[in-house]
């Protein structure tokens, strides 16, 4: 199954040093491919050159990130923007450690996986 990663969910599964996406993979009973939007990556590479904890955090989760797809979606500057209307367009769910983005993509019909900073796991796909 294809998933769409946000940005807080990259630095939470750098930050939590577990293996989130095995621990999603057994929740739902299947693999799950990753894909990202391009904004994403671009945040990443913003917050990669701050030089604290979630700079090198944003580090390692962009060159982890080069290793997805990515998909270009140029017509929304805003990342929260594009990841639900790819996840949208592409029925997929969006895996997220936002609560606020899993609210607003759930409010307008997007399936999500929300990881909370206790490493719960919630489907609501």
């Given at each position: 199954m294809e998933v769409l990663l946000d940005?807080?969910?990259?630095?939470?599964?750098?930050?939590s040093g577990r293996?989130?996406?095995?621990?999603?993979?057994?929740?739902?009973?299947?693999?799950?491919?990753?894909?990202?939007v391009e904004q994403v990556v671009q945040e990443l590479k913003r917050l990669s050159e701050r030089k604290d904890s979630t700079g090198?955090?944003?580090?390692?989760?962009?060159?982890?990130a080069r290793g997805?797809?990515?998909i270009?979606?140029?017509e929304w500057k805003e990342a929260d923007e594009a990841l639900i209307r790819v996840a949208k367009e592409r029925r997929v769910p969006l895996v997220?450690?936002?609560?606020?983005?899993?609210?607003e993509a759930r409010s307008r019909g997007c399936g999500?996986?929300?990881?909370?900073?206790?490493l719960e796991i919630r489907v609501m796909v």
């Open positions: 940005t807080s969910f990259l630095l939470l599964l750098f930050e293996n989130l996406i095995a621990l999603i993979e057994d929740r739902l009973g299947e693999p799950v491919s990753p894909i990202l090198r955090l944003a580090d390692i989760a962009l060159k982890y997805f797809p990515i270009g979606v140029g997220t450690a936002d609560w606020r983005l899993m609210r999500c996986i929300y990881v909370n900073r206790r």
